[in-house]
């Protein structure tokens, strides 16, 4: 079984800042990753696949990048609806498909 | 544009057995595989299974022999059930659109909104 470990747990950023959120796999899943946002009290909702391809409607200020182990997720500027937690799935090698624990985007 | 609604019980006993559906609108079950994750409050993400609308399916190799994932192409509907279940299984189940039929590859969008299952007794 792959395992996703997301870095930080907790990333607190002001409004308007860049936030850099860190995935990495426990062997190679080449650029078959995914990212999705939840936020409190909704499902998940897909932002990025292929590692760097953004999904219809998500906003060019989220950007994904990395292939093999390491990934990165970023928010140029942050805005208020961008609070949430997010999470990486890799779908390269399963089953199991697998996520990552998540990293809590919160208000500094 | 494919929408999903999900229902069923939300209050098991340890030992039932979980049953939740989930009916996707706008669109057709053909040429996707559809899938169950769960997520245990404050909690990550656990995938669960996934079906076709031919019925083909793979499990969680954790989960393999408690779950079982069902399709009724003719209601546009899928179904989880999860046998003896424990407090353990605890969590808000999720379905899905995975991955298309003709890949290996996918991820999972949409998604439905989500059911709250508490295994108490």
């Known amino acids: 079984e792959i395992v996703m470990t997301q870095s930080p747990a907790t990333l607190s950023v002001s409004p308007g800042e860049r936030a850099t959120l860190s995935c990495r796999a426990s062997e190679s899943v080449s650029t078959n990753l995914a990212w999705y946002q939840q936020k409190a009290g909704q499902a998940p909702r897909l932002l990025i696949s292929?590692?760097?391809t953004r999904a219809t409607g998500i906003p060019a200020r989220f950007s994904g990048r990395g292939s093999g182990t390491e990934f990165t997720l970023t928010i140029s500027s942050l805005q208020s609806e961008d609070f949430a937690v997010y999470y990486c799935?890799?779908?390269?090698?399963?089953?199991?498909?697998?996520f990552g624990g998540g990293t809590t985007v919160e208000i500094k | 544009q494919v929408h999903l609604q999900q229902w069923g019980a939300g209050l098991l006993k340890p030992s039932e057995t979980l049953s939740l559906t989930c009916g996707v609108y706008g669109g057709s079950l053909s040429g996707y595989y559809w899938g169950w994750i769960r997520q245990p409050p404050g909690k990550g993400l656990e995938w669960i299974g996934e079906?076709?609308?031919?019925?083909?399916?793979n499990y969680n190799p954790s989960l393999k022999s408690r779950v079982s994932i069902s399709v009724d192409t003719s209601k546009n509907q899928f179904s989880l059930k999860l046998n003896s279940v424990t407090a353990a299984d605890t969590a808000v189940y999720y379905c899905a659109r995975g991955r298309e039929v003709a890949t290996l590859f996918g991820w999972f969008d949409p998604w439905g909104q989500g059911t709250l299952v508490t295994v108490s007794s």
């Open positions: 079906i076709s609308h031919s019925t083909s399916t």
């Open positions: 799935q890799q779908y390269n090698d399963w089953p199991p498909l697998t």
């Open positions: 292929g590692a760097s």
